[in-house]
């Protein structure tokens, strides 16, 4: 089961780019790298989903190097509402390894 | 459409006594999990369910723990003699069906609240 590491906070002001690192030295062949969103006292929300190379949707973006020993989560322009935990979830299938999380406060 | 749902969405317990919770996935999702979030932490993955079968149990805590999904639907995780260590958040998700190379994003519910006295 790969072990992910992930910073535990991260400031920013409104307007920045963020980018948040994780690293998954022991990821294996067939898992995927996704990152989820959580605000208190909810379930996390889907942000974005890669393998290899990089990934972009409306939100965010997904750099992964050609190892996949590591992933960067990069939110363009955050606003006072990304302010929220940010996971790193590594596996696929049954084979799951969620990161302790980020925490991303975003100050005005 | 109706997401994840869970219930109960708070459950205060004595030590020593059993819960069950309870999972409600998407229609049609046939893939389903079981994570806990203690205080502050970060999610801890529990079991996965592929339909009705668990193809691997030992994420789940210790013996006390047991998950069962039945219909492809519907999933219940039952803490036996619960101890305050298992006082945390339990989170369900679901996700179209999974397989080596394919994984889909996953739907949580709001979790429940489990508090042991």
């Known amino acids: 089961l790969a072990k992910t590491t992930q910073p535990i906070s991260m400031d920013s002001y409104e307007g920045q780019e963020v980018n948040i690192t994780c690293s998954h030295n022991?990821?294996?062949?067939?898992?995927?790298i996704t990152w989820y969103q959580q605000f208190p006292s909810q379930g996390p929300r889907f942000i974005i989903q890669?393998?290899?190379t990089k990934v972009t949707n409306e939100v965010a973006s997904l750099f992964i190097p050609a190892d996949r020993k590591s992933s960067t989560l990069s939110l363009p322009r955050v606003s006072l509402s990304d302010t929220a935990v940010y996971y790193c979830?590594?596996?696929?299938?049954?084979?799951?390894?969620f990161g302790a999380g980020t925490t991303v406060t975003v100050r005005a | 459409g109706a997401g994840v749902s869970q219930s109960p969405s708070n459950k205060v317990t004595e030590k020593g006594k059993d819960v069950e919770l309870r999972c409600d996935p998407i229609?049609?999702?046939?893939?389903l999990y079981w994570y806990r979030q203690s205080l502050g932490q970060g999610l801890e993955f529990l079991i996965y369910f592929q339909g009705n079968s668990a193809p691997d149990k030992s994420g789940l805590p210790s013996d006390r723990f047991s998950a069962e999904r039945t219909g492809g639907s519907v999933s219940t995780l039952t803490i036996q003699r619960t101890q305050q260590e298992d006082s945390a958040v339990y989170l369900c998700?679901?996700?179209?069906?999974?397989?080596?190379?394919?994984?889909?994003?996953?739907?949580f519910g709001p979790g429940t609240r489990l508090t042991v006295t």
């Open positions: 022991n990821i294996a062949t067939n898992d995927y």
């Open positions: 229609s049609g999702h046939t893939a």
């Open positions: 998700a679901s996700s179209l069906e999974e397989g080596l190379g394919v994984f889909y994003e996953q739907y």
């Open positions: 979830l590594v596996g696929g299938y049954y084979k799951l390894s």
């Open positions: 890669g393998y290899k």
